[in-house]
């Protein structure tokens, strides 16, 4: 694992061995917004397969990351019932998919009110439309910004997700290299075939 000092606070945190390759694959992106594009896939309340994609907002520590979402949204009572996910995330041009295997930490709300006013005005504006996914009512208001003094809204929740597994597919050599990483295994490497 890669030993990381934090120049601000003194600590040492470690860095899980996929988070180097992750972020030179990102890197590798450039600054093309879909590169912070992943696919969430949660378990319907029937039982049955959803996913949809999301913007991916950061990490906190080595190994949990976070997304934003509305509480109003499907995906909110799906993370209820099951919180445990699928992540994919496709860097096109690395020519590289990781598959995460992760669970919603749902009691870790930190700092929501900061990362709410880190949004810029139309990134907030969603969080201000009518419901997602209710019918679409005539004269509805789809305001297209909500700027600084809007406060943090009851809706806005910060998805924290705790990693557990994660498989990377590369697909540059040949053969493709296939890898998968365990958190119970103190993120040891395996290689698997692709
Ligand atoms: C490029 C892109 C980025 C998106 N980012 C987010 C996001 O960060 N958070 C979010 O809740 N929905 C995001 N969405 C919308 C979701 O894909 C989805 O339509 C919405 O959250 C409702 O999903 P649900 O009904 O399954 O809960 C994004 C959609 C696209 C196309």
Same mark, same amino acid.
């Given at each position: 694992m890669?030993e990381?000092?934090?120049?601000?606070?003194?600590?040492?945190?470690?860095?899980?061995p996929?988070?180097?390759?992750?972020?030179?694959?990102?890197?590798?992106?450039?600054?093309?917004?879909?590169?912070?594009?992943?696919?969430?896939?949660?378990?319907?309340?029937?039982?049955?397969?959803?996913v949809?994609?999301?913007?991916?907002?950061? =990490?906190?520590?080595?190994?949990?990351?976070?997304?934003y979402?509305?509480?109003?949204?499907?995906?909110?009572?799906?993370?209820?019932?099951q919180p *445990?996910?699928?992540?994919c995330?496709?860097?096109?041009?690395?020519? *590289?998919?990781?598959?995460?295997?992760?669970?919603?930490l749902?009691?870790?709300?930190?700092?929501?009110?900061?990362?709410?006013?880190?949004?810029?005005? *139309?990134?907030?504006a969603? =969080?201000?439309?009518?419901?997602p996914?209710?019918?679409?009512?005539?004269?509805?208001?789809?305001?297209?910004?909500?700027?600084?003094?809007?406060?943090?809204?009851?809706?806005?929740?910060?998805?924290?997700?705790?990693?557990?597994r994660?498989?990377?597919?590369?697909?540059?050599?040949?053969?493709?290299?296939?890898t998968? =990483?365990?958190?119970?295994?103190? =993120?040891?490497? *395996?290689?698997?075939?692709?």
């Amino acid at each position: 694992m890669t030993e990381r000092t934090n120049a601000s606070s003194g600590t040492t945190s470690t860095l899980p061995p996929w988070r180097p390759l992750l972020k030179g694959a990102r890197e590798r992106e450039g600054r093309q917004p879909a590169a912070r594009w992943l696919q969430l896939a949660t378990t319907g309340l029937d039982g049955t397969p959803r996913v949809r994609t999301l913007v991916f907002r950061g =990490w906190h520590g080595g190994d949990r990351l976070e997304l934003y979402t509305d509480t109003r949204s499907a995906k909110f009572e799906e993370l209820m019932q099951q919180p *445990q996910v699928e992540l994919c995330w496709l860097l096109p041009k690395a020519k *590289q998919q990781y598959r995460f295997r992760a669970k919603w930490l749902r009691e870790e709300q930190n700092n929501n009110a900061e990362r709410w006013q880190n949004l810029s005005p *139309q990134g907030r504006a969603l =969080w201000g439309w009518p419901p997602p996914g209710l019918p679409l009512e005539r004269d509805a208001d789809f305001p297209e910004q909500l700027d600084d003094s809007v406060a943090l809204p009851e809706n806005f929740l910060v998805v924290q997700l705790q990693i557990n597994r994660v498989e990377r597919l590369h697909l540059t050599h040949h053969p493709h290299q296939r890898t998968l =990483w365990c958190r119970e295994d103190d =993120w040891c490497e *395996q290689k698997l075939n692709p």
